[in-house]
């Protein structure tokens, strides 16, 4: 992929636990890591019934610059967007000029 293609910004987040000051609980947060270049391309959209609720869940996929430590756990933003990152795919020609991160957006609170 040229880099021209990545013309999106995003925000990569991890997961961190954070603690209350005033209660003591523990919660879970997110944690902003780096804002990106990306390349956002929509694969597909299936929408389904769960709990009695109508969804809609988009598989996308996000192509970015290679990074080592992006995994499944951390999420990406784009404007009010929230992408959760099923797996960490390397290029195929040298595994380290991308990262291609197959993403869903509209469930789970992403």
């Known amino acids: 992929m040229q880099a ?4 999106k910004r995003v925000m990569l987040q991890r997961p961190v636990k954070v603690q209350s000051p005033v209660t003591g609980a523990v919660t879970d947060s997110w944690e902003d890591v780096k804002k990106l270049w990306a390349n956002i391309t929509d694969l597909s959209a299936r929408d389904f019934i769960a ?5 809609s869940e988009v598989t996308t996929r996000i192509t970015i610059r290679w990074r080592d ?3 499944d ?3 990406i ?4 967007k929230i992408y959760n990152i099923a797996g ?5 020609k040298s595994g380290k ?5 197959p993403c869903s957006r ?3 609170n992403g």
């Open 88 to 92: 960490v795919l390397e290029d195929d």
């Open 77 to 80: 933003l784009h404007g009010p």
């Open 73 to 75: 756990k951390h999420r």
């Open 4 to 7: 021209g293609k990545l013309n």
């Open 97 to 101: 000029e991308f990262l291609t991160l």
């Open 69 to 71: 430590d992006v995994t």
């Open 51 to 55: 709990a009695q609720a109508g969804q």
């Open 106 to 108: 509209g469930v789970n």
